[in-house]
């Protein structure tokens, strides 16, 4: 598993993260198989956040990790906070420090190596975020900060007011949820695809050295449920990817996260997987490589078009 460094930090961490928002429908010991089997195949970051199983995939994760004994420095843990489900966002100094007391605890260790905004607040105060970030840094309870959901203003109103540089935003990408791509193809033209939906994030991420974090990188996106695998609205897709997938001698799930790594942008995938032997199929994405041709290939079989 290739390493890569996170935004303008210094953290290094593999190519390819674990989410653990579905974590919480497992065991204890279910769990543990899967943190050995991703940390076996070379994963060494994990993604959480406060809200993940209303809390419980982040108590899971903590006691399946205490248990296999792994010293917490191998392995990089981050976590995100400000959604209160259903009912608000909440960027205030009290709500940020609180929830990532509560993480911490859950997650039963003293430090995140990285904290991120999960979705922008409408009511953002930068000021408070700022306070919250200084304490929680100054008391090591968080090594580095980023973002999620975010388009290049509000990270730039963060910017304004936030001390510590944010390293990450994780959006959704997937082979078949790509605006963030399309927008950068499709420029000064009238077809949907030319929205400038959320500003020009890869290109600003590139610019100002943030890690993307791909998030749901199976899942079909653009307002549809499911995966996209076998998906009756991708057949194009599903059979390009195959045979890709034949010809290199991978599953397809390999395809679709080197189609991700392929991106010179340098991103992080988080895949949410918690069946080890996809653990396994998604990691053999690092021993190969896509062509230029093969990126476009399956950009445009996912029904995209080009100017
Ligand atoms: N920042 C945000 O707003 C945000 C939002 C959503 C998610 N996330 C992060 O992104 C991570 C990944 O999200 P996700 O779980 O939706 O992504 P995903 O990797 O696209 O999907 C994984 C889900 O698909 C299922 N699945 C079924 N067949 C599969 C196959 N052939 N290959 C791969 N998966 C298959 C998995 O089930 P099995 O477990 O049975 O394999 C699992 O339930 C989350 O854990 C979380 O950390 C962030």
Known sequence: MNKISIGQSELMASQISLGIMRMNALSVE??????????????????????????????????????????????????????????????????????????????????????????????????????????????????????????????????????????????????THTPMIDAGLNVNRTEAGSVLHEGQLIDYSRINDMTIQPWSPFQSGNGKKGLFFDHPDYLELNKVVNEMAKEKGVAREAIAIAWLLRHPAKMQPIVGTMNPDRIKAITKTTEISLSREEWYKLYLSGGKMLP
Not at 87 to 100: A, R, T
Not at 150 to 157: A, C, F, G, K, V
Request: glycine letters at 6%; aromatic letters at 6%; proline letters at 3%.
């Open 30 to 175: 279910e769990a543990k198989t899967v943190i050995e089997t991703a940390i076996s195949e070379g994963i060494d970051h994990f993604d959480h956040a406060d809200i993940y199983g209303k809390g419980a995939s982040e108590t899971i994760f903590g006691q399946a990790f205490k248990k296999l004994g792994i010293s917490r420095d191998s392995v990089i843990l981050q976590t995100k906070t400000g959604i209160v489900p259903g009912i608000m966002y909440d960027f205030s100094k009290e709500h940020i420090i609180q929830s990532v007391e509560e993480s911490l605890t859950r997650l039963q260790t003293d430090y995140v190596d990285t904290l991120l905004l999960h979705r922008p607040d409408a009511l953002i105060e930068p000021e408070e975020v700022a306070e919250a970030f200084d304490e929680l840094e100054k008391s090591g309870k968080v090594r580095t900060f980023g973002v999620s959901n975010h388009n290049p203003l509000q990270i730039e109103l963060l910017k304004k007011f936030v001390n510590q540089p944010l390293i990450i935003n994780q959006l959704q990408l997937s082979l």
